[in-house]
Every structure is written in C-alpha cells, then in structure tokens.
Nanobody
Framework: VQLQASGGGLVQAGGSLRLSCAASGIILGINTMGWYRQAPGKQRELVARILHDGSTNYADSVKGRFTISRDDAKNTMYLQMNNLKPDDTAVYYC????????????WGQGTQVTVSS
C-alpha cells in the first residue's frame, strides 16, 4: 500500500490550492484519513482529518479556509485550501488507516506548499 500526495506549489497570499492523496495497492477499506503539515523548525501538526463516516475535524488555524473531503470509490482524499496565508507554508503529508493485510497506518511522501506575501 502506498499514499501519493500531489497538488502542492507556490501561490500568493489569498490564493488557493487543492491537494490530493491517492492510496494504491491491495486496499480492503480506509478508516480515518488526515492531512498534516510541518514547517521548518516546527513539529508536524494535524491540519484536518476525515473519518469513515464523513465527519471532519480541523485545526483552529485553518477552520473556515480549508475543506477536507474523500472519495472512497477512488481511495482518494482532498484538501481544498482557500485564502492561503504565509503561515500555511509547510510540507503537507497525508496519512491514513488502511485495511490491507491487517489494519495499518500509512504516510504519504509530502508535498510542498509555499505561500508568498
């Protein structure tokens, strides 16, 4: 099983980006999926997560600006990021609890988001 994150890039403050995270391999089901980010010199932090039933949680710093969603038919998760701020600059990682040969937690490789002021 692999998680492949994509969609990062360079954007001006106030702009938007949409991140995608696709799971591949032998997948029997996916429980919780989430996006984390890590800025230089800082610890990795939870940005948003979405449970199997579609319920969501967001970090206070992104509420009202970011929207997490998932398409279980495609084993894919998205993060729509609007009104981006320089403080959102970080490497964004996707994470998921996946049923394959048992239940395991997986991390994607990360995608860089840079917001210029």
């Amino acid at each position: 099983v692999q998680l492949q994150a994509s969609g990062g890039g360079l954007v001006q403050a106030g702009g938007s980006l949409r991140l995608s995270c696709a799971a591949s391999g032998i997948i029997l089901g996916i429980n919780t999926m989430g996006w984390y980010r890590q800025a230089p010199g800082k610890q990795r932090e939870l940005v948003a997560r979405i449970l199997h039933d579609g319920s969501t949680n967001y970090a206070d710093s992104v509420k009202g600006r970011f929207t997490i969603s998932r398409d279980d038919a495609k084993n894919t998760m998205y993060l729509q990021m609007n009104n981006l701020k320089p403080d959102d600059t970080a490497v964004y990682y996707c994470n998921a609890d996946i049923w394959s040969m048992g239940l395991r937690n997986y991390w994607g490789q990360g995608t860089q988001v840079t917001v210029s002021s």
